[in-house]
Nanobody, 127 residues
């Protein structure tokens, strides 16, 4: 069974950090482009950051550039999203997705790329 599980969400204050993890099971993770997406209440889902299968290419939404860093450890079947300097505007449910045969730019520019999706993890930034 193909499965992605996100973890690491929570409630933090503005300016603090969180690291999200996306762990895969049931498929060969190494061949997939992985993306982090988020959906705030009442808004469309948006691509936050995507990384190619080898970790050599990444892309970020303008709103998170310089604050978020995506990385992957294929030996652990896990992709990470390090989020620093969080603001209330980062509050959302964060999802990870895995897709094959797609560039990082194409994946992150699509709100719901076709592939395997996790159930999401809530990130709340509030004082």
């Amino acid at each position: 069974q193909l499965q992605l599980v996100e973890s690491g969400g929570g409630l933090v204050q503005p300016g603090e950090s969180l690291r999200l993890s996306c762990t895969a099971s049931g498929f060969i993770y190494d061949y997939f482009t992985i993306g982090w997406f988020r959906q705030a209440s009442g808004k469309e889902r948006e691509g936050v950051s995507c990384i190619d299968s080898r970790g050599g290419r990444t892309t970020y939404a303008d709103s998170v550039k310089g604050r978020f860093t995506i990385s992957r450890n294929n030996a652990k079947n896990t992709v990470y999203l390090q989020m620093n300097s969080l603001t209330p505007e980062d509050t959302a449910i964060y999802y990870c997705a895995a897709a094959s045969g797609i560039t990082v730019q194409a994946m992150c520019s699509t709100s719901r790329p076709k592939g395997v999706w996790g159930q999401g993890t809530q990130v709340t930034v509030s004082s």
